[in-house]
């Protein structure tokens, strides 16, 4: 059933392509059928893939503007191909793929020219979807976590507040939606974090909140000088905390969210927590015997278990219990952590290159061309992934890749003519 869904969904944006000539709707679909990519879906990943390309070249054809900056695609291109030509270590071919056919997406993102209209409506089709795939799998199957949209709950909390907190700054700053709509909107992602479980996901509504205010400060007062900044910015920490406080108060207690993060809070450790330590702890001695070209894309789960074994911690890890009982692949939870790890220090670095030459442009432009609501709201998204990434690994997570490209190829098509 999933896989004629994902058919659908990827002959749709095909017709929405070379038909309609609506890209922003037929990147949003092959995003939703990307979410399903998983290292043993061999032939979800090859229609992918396949999509991805031709939707690419079909867009690089047509276009116009400047194509100079997709020389950038070069670099983890080749490195791809070099680790495929070298075989340093076990190769995992499904999860190089996965990454080809997000840098694919990245670079047929990059050639939209977007606005914030066109970014609005891609994230406001995207954030229904999401929030009403949670609803229904609640209903449906009344998990104690809902999230399969994006195969696990945490996935799928993390990018749906990041698509909020774009979608909320930007339609707050240039009032493109009425208050009323923006505020149910929040209400029905906060409602959603809430069904996931997921206490990351309640962090994220928080700095969301945080920056848009921020971003609403600064960009009224253009010429604001440092301290007026810094006592703007205690204001709207202060006053979201506060609120986030009252809010949390009318929570029913039996919520799995609510004990979980009160459990957190109280000092004591989880099997989450619990779990993460042990992987992180794991990762470091991985990363330690492996520093230059890591152990490879899907590696992590066989040198955890390894680890375990020599430290007598095998039968009693959360993390491999979850792992096991859910048939995930188990992952750094530390986006920086898994690509060191994994990818070595070549790697993280040629991986840092290609997302700071992304931000680089990025920044370059709006410096030039004035800031504006697109500049705050993405940076915002940005500050969410980077701080989020250090207790989980989503944006190289096989079933996020297709979102983080969207928003890296985002960020890249700010360019200048």
């Given amino acids: 059933m999933v896989t004629v869904l994902?058919?659908?969904?990827?002959?749709?944006?095909?017709?929405?392509?070379?038909?309609?000539?609506?890209?922003?709707?037929?990147?949003?679909l092959v995003?939703?059928?990307?979410?399903?990519?998983?290292?043993?879906?061999y032939t979800l990943i090859y229609i992918i893939l396949f999509a991805a390309i031709l939707h690419f070249l079909h867009t690089f054809l047509k276009s116009k503007q400047n194509k100079s900056f997709l020389w950038i695609l070069l670099l983890p291109i080749a490195y791809i191909l070099a680790i495929l030509f070298i075989q340093p270590y076990k190769i995992n071919i499904n999860h190089y793929l996965g990454y080809l056919s997000a840098l694919f997406i990245f670079a047929w993102t990059a050639l939209i020219k977007w606005n914030s209209k066109e970014?609005?409506?891609?994230?406001?089709?995207?954030?229904?979807?999401?929030i009403l795939a949670g609803f229904i799998e609640k209903a449906v199957t009344d998990n104690i976590r809902v999230g399969i949209s994006l195969t696990v709950a945490t996935a799928y909390a993390v990018v749906l507040v990041v698509t909020w907190?774009?979608?909320?700054?930007?339609?707050?700053?240039?009032?493109?939606?009425?208050?009323?709509?923006?505020?149910?909107?929040?209400?029905?992602?906060?409602?959603?974090?809430i069904l996931s479980g997921t206490r990351m996901g309640l962090l994220g509504i928080f700095m969301g909140l945080v920056l848009c205010g921020l971003s609403f400060v600064l960009s009224k007062n253009k010429k604001i000088n440092t301290s007026k900044i810094v006592s703007y910015s205690v204001v709207v920490i202060i006053t979201v905390l506060l609120l986030s406080i009252v809010v949390w108060k009318m929570l029913p207690d039996d919520l799995f969210i609510k004990k979980s993060f009160s459990s957190l809070l109280s000092g004591k450790m989880d099997e989450s927590n619990t779990g993460r330590v042990v992987v992180w702890v794991s990762a470091l001695n991985i990363f330690k015997d492996n520093k230059f070209l890591g152990i490879g894309a899907g590696n992590f789960y066989i040198k955890f278990k390894t680890f375990l074994k020599t430290t007598g911690l095998y039968y009693t890890s959360p993390a491999l219990v979850t792992a096991q009982a859910h048939n995930t692949?188990?992952?750094?939870h530390n986006i920086y952590l898994?690509?060191?790890?994994?990818?070595?220090?070549?790697?993280?670095?040629?991986?840092?290159?290609?997302?700071?030459?992304?931000l680089f442009q990025f920044f370059i432009y709006f410096f030039k061309t004035g800031l504006?609501?697109?500049f705050y709201a993405l940076l915002s998204g940005f500050i969410v992934i980077a701080i989020l990434g250090l207790v989980d690994s989503i944006s190289m997570y096989l079933p996020t890749t297709g979102f983080a490209a969207w928003f890296f190829g985002t960020c890249a098509s700010f360019k200048e003519k």
Avoid at 181 to 193: N, R, Y
């Fill in 165 to 193: 907190t774009i979608w909320i700054t930007i339609c707050f700053l240039e009032k493109i939606h009425t208050k009323k709509i923006i505020v149910m909107g929040t209400f029905l992602v906060f409602l959603a974090i």
């Fill in 372 to 374: 504006n609501p697109n």
């Fill in 119 to 130: 970014i609005v409506n891609f994230l406001s089709i995207y954030g229904s979807y999401l």
């Fill in 6 to 28: 994902i058919l659908l969904a990827i002959f749709f944006s095909f017709f929405c392509s070379f038909v309609l000539n609506k890209q922003y709707l037929a990147l949003l």
């Fill in 31 to 41: 995003i939703i059928a990307s979410s399903q990519m998983a290292p043993k879906a």
């Fill in 329 to 332: 692949n188990l992952h750094a």
């Fill in 338 to 358: 898994m690509v060191l790890t994994e990818h070595g220090i070549i790697g993280f670095i040629l991986l840092s290159i290609f997302i700071f030459s992304c």
